[in-house]
């Protein structure tokens, strides 16, 4: 074997015999991440220590433990396991400062160490949204800000309306005075309707910290939008001189908080106040027209409109309600049909202002004849009684026979009696007390009063 490659061989054994004695007696240790307020386990091993002991030191170099003796007074580091191939050591309460280098040595010739880095996540702060503080109006650009401090390393921040992912459109990061944690702030824009009306925007903070959970914040939107309005009757089928209310039911945020009624054609105003029911205490037919009710709010203006027919009989209602945003002033339009109008029960009301109304003619006169008749139809009957009572107590008969006097209960056949009708004036008894007592009189002064004899054959 050439000089030259035996040397080299020798050079080759003896460094993998030096790697070799090296490994034994070189500690080893791992990095660690540990969230802030949690407990982190450092562990120091070595094959051969050679009579030697294990220790722990912090970032600043200040020893922690020298095998089992403890060197820095701090409740927080325990001794976990001590031998003379280990030393284990944990600190619990972690905080952001105490992120850092730390060093296990073996006090070995030459002094062998090794570093184990450890790292503290800081957890973020619940997120904030802003910029919802104030109502906003329909059709308008939303802009919201969620923002979240306190996380290590930078947190992500992302969006919800609804179900509905929204798409931010920025994020900023910003070191917090500590150095060590940051604030994060994103950014969303998205043009607000009616429908968005106290629906539910979401800003969700997702860290490593968090251990698959997640910390959001839900506001709800207020957006503010016109107003609509429909007119619904009560009650539901009114009769020619029975009371009704229309009531102008408008819808909206903010709520209309300004009614005004008008007649079609009728050129003062009947209502202006802010309650929404119109009253009509007494329906008649002068009644009968188109009503208009504006609802107004800061938002706006909106019209309805009623058609009404007023009957003396009740009938189904047609519906000609109309809700139609309310026109510039100017002379009034006629009624619109369009599929989009609200619609309601069709009915006609007497104006407010009418302080007394008519009442209906027909019904009236009708009451008076029932009246009269009921009186004319007592009074015949009372006439009838009074009338019989009077014929039977002043009225006898009497029936002559051969000379001889018979009552008329003795009656014979017609050949036989001649029967006599006899009263007061008939026998001159002016002075008799009653009737009886003449018809007494007559029977001893019968021929006296051939006269006044009525026959009855």
Not at 245 to 262: A, K, R, S, T
């Amino acid at each position: 074997m050439p000089p030259s490659a035996l040397s080299l061989l020798l050079l080759l054994l003896g460094a993998a015999k030096g790697n070799l004695s090296r490994d034994e007696s070189q500690p080893t240790t791992s990095d660690e991440t540990v969230v802030a307020g949690g407990t982190v386990v450092l562990k120091c091993q070595v094959e051969d220590p050679d009579d030697s002991s294990l220790q722990w030191s912090n970032p600043a170099q200040q020893t922690l433990y020298f095998g089992e003796k403890r060197a820095l007074r701090d409740n927080r580091i325990q001794l976990e396991r001590s031998t003379p191939n280990e030393l284990t050591i944990s600190i619990s309460d972690v905080v952001l400062s105490d992120e850092g280098e730390y060093t296990c040595s073996i006090f070995t010739m030459p002094v062998r160490t090794a570093k184990a880095l450890v790292t503290v996540l800081g957890i973020p702060q619940k997120p904030q949204i802003f910029g919802h503080e104030q109502p906003i109006d329909e059709e308008k650009i939303a802009r919201l800000t969620c923002r979240s401090s306190g996380s290590k390393p930078a947190a992500q921040l992302r969006w919800k309306k609804g179900n509905k992912e929204l798409k931010a459109e920025g994020t900023e990061v910003v070191e917090d005075p500590n150095g060590k944690t940051f604030t994060v702030s994103s950014r969303v824009e998205f043009r607000v309707t009616k429908e968005d009306n106290d629906a539910e925007v979401t800003c969700t903070v997702d860290h490593e910290s968090l251990q698959n959970s997640e910390r959001s914040t839900t506001q709800k939107l207020q957006v503010h939008y016109k107003p609509t309005a429909k007119i619904e009757p009560h009650p539901l089928y009114p009769r020619e001189g029975e009371k009704l209310q229309l009531q102008c039911d408008g819808q909206g945020n903010p709520v209309p908080q300004e009614f005004l009624w008008e007649k079609e054609g009728s050129d003062a105003p009947l209502q202006l106040s802010s309650d929404s029911i119109l009253i009509f205490p007494f329906l008649n037919k002068s009644d009968s027209g188109t009503y208009v009710c504006t609802a107004t709010s800061s938002m706006g203006s909106v019209v309805a409109k009623y058609n009404l027919d007023v009957s003396d009989l009740p009938q189904l209602p047609t519906p000609h309600v109309h809700s139609t945003p309310a026109p510039p002033p100017g002379p009034s339009q006629p009624i619109s049909h369009a599929s989009s109008m609200a619609t309601a029960s069709s009915f006609t009301p007497a104006p407010v202002q009418d302080a007394s109304p008519v009442p209906s003619t027909s019904s009236t006169y009708h009451a008076v004849i029932g009246g009269v008749v009921a009186v004319i139809v007592f009074l015949l009957l009372s006439l009838l009684i009074v009338l019989g009572h009077y014929l039977i107590r002043h009225k006898a008969g009497v029936c002559v026979r051969h000379g001889e006097t018979v009552t008329s209960s003795r009656r014979q056949s017609p050949a036989e009696v001649m029967c006599t009708y006899l009263t007061h004036e008939a026998k001159g008894s002016d002075d008799a007390p009653d009737a009886d007592t003449a018809i007494i009189n007559a029977e001893g002064g019968q021929a006296g009063g051939d006269d006044k004899k009525e026959y009855f054959i």
